[in-house]
């Protein structure tokens, strides 16, 4: 699964720019399922179709799209100014590395005679130098979308990459797909896109897909570094069973049903209560009339940083655990 | 360690400024994709940028009267009633619905696909909310309005058009604090010229709404005149609908409460249901200098004379990369400036259209405006044209080819 992971974490992918991504998705995923679908947005859905009459329409949902910045002004010198695609802190800006859809690579410098050095630069004090001397000879356009840029890496029982938010998502999902002998219900995986800037692929996905139960799969932050988050989850401890995020109540039935499947399967989870931050689910959750809706996360530190870190057991887990809910059925 | 030579640029003089060359048209956009494996196309010289057919007589008038109507959010009906008597010849069905979206229909000759293009008929301005007893009027903001553009300015409230002032404190009598005070909308009061409360409500109701008492004019290059954020855009559509048929069923909504939140759009991509959106609208420029200082404005949205404005991304939408490309190549194919809206801020129509049911894809198309939310915005009327003449060549030459992946 490792190759995988890396594969996915270091394929460009800024939201609204997925064809990338999703070409990569879509080749690891031929042949397995009984139909894989583009919708309109660009949203990747792929089918397993139903065989028994008790089974369930389950959506599954990780989102192809990573944060990122996008060209906004490119001036005289052929220094590039740029506004953000979804959260992106200026504090993990500086001295960064982004690239462009047709590999250009830049780094991110900061205005030296601004405001107030002391605080954090803002985004609009920030430029990045793709190594042109003017605006003629710069490569990137207005409206030009960049990437984070930094290499997967491996120590212990830790990967370190960018995107792990939700390249990790992703990964997960494909390997359950992979894994998946023998299920009751009809399961569309869906590999989502435009989710960091307000979930606005999963909306219409789950209108596309009309499912009866919505599961996202992302990312949570964790409560275990120094003066951290004041959260009870933690690198190691297995996957996050979500209770609730600043978008969304999980259904209580949805968390449970993940609960006791974890409890049989002996595989060790946590339940997550997170402030600040949501999911696709938030958006499954309301679609249409409705569907009950809640998020297996995997554990990750320094979300939205070049360097988010999450513990490769906590991925297999993850694995492990969708394949036991998928297997069996589901009865709310 | 180099430093960015700034100091070494000559200084810029603010009044002086040299006007920056005008774009030269650039051929095929870039296509947001994988670096391509095939060897690049040998790519014919982009054609020399040909200024577009003025405005007729005709079209001014059609912009004047609906600059010049009063429609703001929620009470759009005299906007509504000049577009329909302006577009009933032209189309095969015309509804209004629930909301007061004016909802058309010009069928083609093709298939059938439906493609949605939008305006929207509301404008910023304000609501009697309540009558003081000494004959002035109590105002709420509808839209987003600077609160520093109220003092002072003549208004028009109501259907009847009943003239009034937005109260100010005489200069000679401010002190220097209460001089730079911003007064928030809640404390300024309309003055219709009347002693008593009961003879303001004879002229004017809570409920009623009032706009920026300005008259259209065309002054030299530019245009000026309210609101128009976005009766540019509904002149636009109107043209386009005078013109075509088209290979599909061009399906034209004219839309209400954009500016109170993107909601007339909504309900009226649902009802569309199209298999992909153009919406028209007017965007800021905020391109003269932001100070006096040597720093480059780097933050100007748009530009006056570069050309209509594409949307790649905004704040409520990332702009489907297929048909903005055809903007592009389409603009570029016929030597029409464009230029692209820098990412980041503002919001459409296309915000709730994309996001309709399993999905839209949706591109913006703006004409750039000075001082738009305000009693008197300014547009280059070349801009104007170059937007009418690139959405009439993008419709007589769209296909479902362009929305291939």
Redesign the interface.
């Known amino acids: 699964m490792k190759p995988l992971i890396k594969k996915l974490v270091e394929t ?1 992918g800024p ?3 997925e ?2 991504i999703r ?1 990569i998705v879509r080749a690891e995923i031929r042949n397995i399922p009984d139909y894989i679908t ?6 990747l859905i792929a089918v397993i179709k139903k065989n028994s009459r008790s089974g369930k329409k389950v959506m599954l949902s990780a989102h192809l799209d990573e944060i990122g910045v ?4 490119i ?3 052929g ?1 590039v ?1 740029f ?3 979804g959260a992106v802190f200026p504090i993990h800006c500086v001295g960064g590395r982004v690239r462009f ?3 250009t690579l830049g780094v991110i410098g900061a205005d ?2 601004r405001d107030d050095v002391s605080k954090v630069p803002a985004l ?1 004090d920030l430029f990045i130098d793709v190594g042109a001397t003017s605006k003629a000879d710069c490569p990137v ?5 960049a990437g984070f840029y930094r290499p997967l890496e491996e120590q212990g029982h830790r990967l370190i990459a960018k995107s792990m938010d939700d390249r990790i998502g992703v990964a997960v999902l494909i390997e359950t797909l992979k894994a998946l002998k023998r299920t009751p219900h009809e399961v569309a995986f869906v590999f989502s896109v ?1 989710e960091e ?1 307000g979930l ?2 999963a ?3 789950a ?2 897909v009309d499912a009866e139960i919505g599961i996202a799969v992302d990312v949570t932050l964790t409560g275990d570094t120094p003066n951290g988050y004041k959260m009870e989850v933690a690198l190691g401890n297995g996957p996050a069973i979500k209770v609730r995020d600043s978008g969304m109540l999980a259904d209580p039935r949805i968390k449970n049903l993940m609960v006791q499947r974890a409890q049989e399967a002996k595989i060790k989870s946590q339940l997550e209560v997170l402030l600040g931050g949501t999911t696709d689910a938030a958006a499954m959750q309301i679609s249409r009339g409705g569907m009950p809706a809640g998020c297996l996360s995997i554990p990750t530190r320094y979300v939205h940083s070049p360097s988010e870190m999450v513990d490769f057991r906590d991925v297999q887990a993850s694995v492990q655990l969708l394949l036991e809910i998928l297997q069996k059925p589901i009865d709310l | 360690m180099a430093q960015k030579p700034v100091s070494q640029k000559p200084a810029p003089k603010p009044k002086a400024r040299p006007r920056p060359a005008r774009p030269v048209a650039k051929p095929a956009a870039k296509a947001a994709a994988r670096p391509s494996r095939r060897p690049a196309p040998v790519e014919p010289a982009a054609p020399p940028i040909v200024k577009p057919p003025k405005a007729t007589a005709n079209e001014l008038d059609l912009l004047k009267e609906l600059s010049n109507a009063a429609s703001v959010s929620g009470d759009e009906g005299a906007v509504r009633k000049i577009i329909l008597d302006a577009i009933r010849p032209h189309v095969d069905e015309v509804n209004v619905d629930v909301m007061g979206n004016v909802l058309a229909i010009k069928r083609g000759p093709g298939r059938g696909e439906r493609v949605l293009v939008a305006a929207h008929m509301d404008e910023v301005g304000f609501m009697v909310s309540g009558h003081d007893a000494d004959g002035t009027l109590r105002i709420e903001i509808v839209g987003g309005v600077d609160d520093r553009v109220l003092l002072g300015k003549h208004v028009l409230v109501g259907a009847k058009r009943v003239p009034g002032v937005i109260g100010v404190a005489p200069v000679h009598l401010l002190n220097a604090d209460r001089r730079s005070a911003v007064t928030k909308a809640n404390q300024l009061r309309v003055d219709l010229g009347v002693e008593s409360a009961d003879a303001a409500k004879k002229l004017a109701k809570a409920g009623d709404r009032g706009v920026f008492a300005t008259e259209f004019d065309v002054v030299g290059p530019s245009l000026r005149g309210k609101a128009l954020d976005d009766r540019l855009g509904c002149a636009t559509l109107v043209e386009l609908l005078r013109g075509g048929p088209y290979g599909f069923d061009l399906h034209a909504a004219f839309t209400v409460q954009e500016e109170v939140g993107l909601r007339g759009a909504k309900v009226a991509g649902y009802a569309v249901d199209p298999v992909c959106a153009f919406v028209l609208d007017c965007t800021p420029a905020h391109d003269l200098p932001h100070s006096d200082e040597e720093r480059e404005n780097a933050q100007y949205n748009t530009r006056l004379g570069y050309g209509p404005a594409i949307y790649v991304a905004d704040a409520s939408t990332l702009h489907d990369a297929r048909l903005v490309a055809y903007l592009q190549a389409t603009a570029a194919g016929a030597g029409i400036p464009y230029q692209i809206q820098q990412p980041g801020g503002g919001g459409t129509d296309a915000g709730s259209i994309h996001r309709n049911r399993a999905g839209v894809p949706t591109v913006s198309l703006s004409v750039p405006g000075r001082y738009l939310h305000t009693p008197v915005s300014l547009v280059r009327a070349e801009d104007w044209r170059n937007s009418v003449k690139l959405m009439k060549l993008a419709l007589e030459g769209w296909t479902t080819k362009i929305l291939k992946r």
């Open positions: 460009y939201s609204g720019h064809d990338q070409d583009v919708d309109p947005l660009g949203n996008m060209a906004s002004h001036d005289e010198h220094f100014r506004a953000n695609i859809a047709d590999g030296v005679r609009s356009k207005v409206g030009d979308a435009q800037v606005r692929g909306g219409p996905a209108f596309g």
